[in-house]
């Protein structure tokens, strides 16, 4: 079964008919996991808003394993994560698309591990390559049908790194300037530990990110909240055209 993980602007999916909202206990956070259960076109789709309903929790604060094990209980095989950024690559500018095919961790202090347990024996997952090829593929031909429909003004990068900072704040230039010496396409701060728990339990992850802005330094402009917003809008509903088009289809 395929579930999204919905970021900053996409916290509700309104095309997809709702079915219930499962409230899933995990044993990693006091209160449930709230997980929609949405349908489109007769196939179940599962959604959790990251940050919660309302947009309440900031990236460090996101229980990222009690999300991943409540996907997994529900029987989630694929996840699509939606994750907006700073853009760093010259193609990546407000408004433009990227499917990473790499990952820098630059977060500390998050729980990163369903692998802590002190009874069990030490486990290394093979993260080489921290997204799902075949995922990323299906992705990548579902963005691409939705572009020609929209036209020129919305490019997808088919790769890029993805380097996660902690926030909530955003960069100074001279960090975005080590980031992109350090081969950096884009800069968020909730692709990790998410993609790391997501192999952890076995499940095929790949992200779709919405370039919200130039990062910081790259733009002749300040970052303000209400030009990202605005670059929300119109991003999110690309996403959610490239959604329904994934939701279509078969995920086991
Ligand atoms: N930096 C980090 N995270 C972000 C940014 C950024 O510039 N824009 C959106 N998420």
Redesign the pocket.
């Known amino acids: 079964m395929l579930a999204i993980i919905g970021g ?1 602007g996409l916290s509700q999916l309104e095309l997809f008919e709702r079915v219930e909202v499962k409230a899933v206990p995990t044993v990693y956070a006091k209160l449930p996991v709230a997980v929609l259960c949405l349908r489109h076109e007769r196939r179940e789709v599962l959604f959790l808003p990251r940050h919660g309903e309302g947009h309440v929790l900031p990236p460090h604060s996101i229980n990222y394993r009690a999300n991943i094990q409540a996907l997994k209980l529900l029987g989630t095989t694929h996840i699509i994560a939606i994750n ?3 853009g760093i690559h010259v193609e990546l500018g407000p408004g433009h698309f990227a499917v990473p095919d790499q990952i820098i961790d630059y977060t500390s202090g998050r729980s990163a591990t369903f692998f802590d347990d002190e009874q069990s024996a030490v486990h290394h997952i093979d993260f080489t390559q921290p997204y799902d090829e075949s995922l990323r593929q299906r992705l990548l031909l579902a963005c691409g049908e939705q572009v020609a429909i929209e036209g020129d003004d919305v490019r997808v990068l088919a790769g890029g790194v993805y380097g996660c ?1 902690d ?1 909530p704040r ?2 100074t230039a001279a960090e975005v300037r080590r980031l992109k010496r350090d081969g950096c396409d884009m ?3 909730t692709g990790m530990p998410e993609a790391a728990l997501a192999r952890e339990q076995e499940l095929a992850y790949a992200s779709l990110a919405l370039s ?2 130039w ?2 330094g790259l733009g002749s402009e300040a ?1 303000t909240m209400e030009k ?1 917003h605005q670059v929300l809008d119109r991003g999110m509903n690309t996403v959610r055209s490239v959604l329904q088009r994934l939701a279509t289809q078969e995920f086991n």
């Open positions: 900053t907006a950024v700073g900072t926030g955003l960069e800069v968020g701060m919200v802005n990062a910081a970052i990202i």
